[in-house]
């Protein structure tokens, strides 16, 4: 994907569902989401065992939080081995993008999801790049 590309879906794009968001402010996961709410995106966390991340409701699982708002890009926080059901699961709700953070990898999952149309990037920082590219 270009820069620019990029640039156009961070641009247009409102919600940020976060999968494995933690509540501890000393988590990477909880900085981006952070750093995410205050340049405007609606943040959706995605993690069972809590109830409100961040001043938002969490959900168990990305299907549960699509049906109470549309999900523009999904951010992963989760280990590479547990990636390819989260990216099926993206898949079907039709995001603009899906984001693996740094460190997180899976080859298949990416080329499920391009073959779906779906943007694709992984072991990047979503926080990194929407500073590069935006600000």
């Not at 709700?93 to 943007?119: F, N």
């Amino acid at each position: 994907m270009t820069r620019e590309a990029l640039r156009a879906l961070l641009q247009e794009a409102k919600t940020v569902a976060v999968v494995g968001l933690s509540p501890s402010p000393e988590r990477p996961s909880h900085h981006v989401a952070r750093y995410l709410q205050k340049a405007g995106y609606r943040i959706v966390p995605v993690n069972p065992g809590h109830p409100i991340i961040l001043g938002e409701p969490s959900f168990p699982t990305l299907a549960a939080a699509a049906r109470v708002q549309a999900i523009d890009i999904v951010d992963v926080f989760r280990r590479s081995e547990l990636v390819g059901p989260i990216v099926d699961e993206a898949i079907e709700l039709r995001p603009k993008l899906i984001w693996l953070q740094v460190g997180v990898r899976d080859t298949a999952a990416c080329e499920r999801a391009l073959v779906a149309g779906i943007s694709f990037v992984m072991d990047r920082c979503l926080m990194v790049d929407h500073r590069q590219l935006l600000t």
